[in-house]
């Protein structure tokens, strides 16, 4: 918990346990409304970073191969994973930054994702947008080399620049 001065008004930040946080944003979502979360992890690294970036969440439509979604896995934990695999019922997740895969029921896609908001921006990256789609489509196709990408992106990469 802290605060922040903005325009001469003291803005409060709490944190608040996925447990309690993702069921309320769910309620809203389930009204019909879209809901902006901050990213909390590093599962979607490099494109998207902890506490640095947003994603816009809306009801779950049509599931596809590749789109981040937000779901719940092991029926206790919330994750925001792209699905890389679409077996009947059963879905496959993988983290851009992870290197295991996750699985659960189609039923456990809790949200769908929009877009993000990234690097502080206004301006919203659209999953159905090129720039997204040519990304995902690349990270998607690098999974062999995965492990050696994300070495670099996390030993080297970070020290040097700072995360993406």
């Not at 069921?23 to 690294?45: C, D, H, Q, Y």
């Not at 994973?81 to 879905?91: F, P, S």
């Not at 995902?136 to 492990?147: A, E, G, K, V």
Request: charged share 25%.
């Amino acid at each position: 918990m802290g605060e922040i001065k903005h325009n001469k008004m003291k803005i409060r930040e709490v944190t608040v346990q996925n447990a309690v946080f993702i069921p309320a944003v769910l309620k809203f979502i389930e009204e019909g409304n879209t809901v902006t979360i901050p990213l909390k992890g590093f599962s979607m690294r490099p494109f998207l970073e902890d506490g640095r970036d947003k994603a816009l969440l809306t009801r779950v439509g049509e599931l596809h191969v590749g789109d981040p979604i937000l779901a719940l896995v092991d029926h206790k934990r919330y994750v925001l994973h792209r699905i890389v695999k679409i077996e009947g019922d059963n879905m496959t997740l993988l983290g851009d930054g992870n290197l295991r895969p996750e699985h659960c029921k189609t039923g456990d896609a809790v949200a769908a994702v929009v877009g993000f908001y990234r690097k502080g921006r206004t301006k919203l990256d659209p999953i159905n947008g090129r720039k997204w789609k040519t990304y995902s489509w690349t990270w998607m196709h690098l999974r062999p080399i995965r492990r050696w990408l994300l070495a670099f992106y996390r030993h080297l990469w970070i020290p040097v620049f700072g995360a993406a």
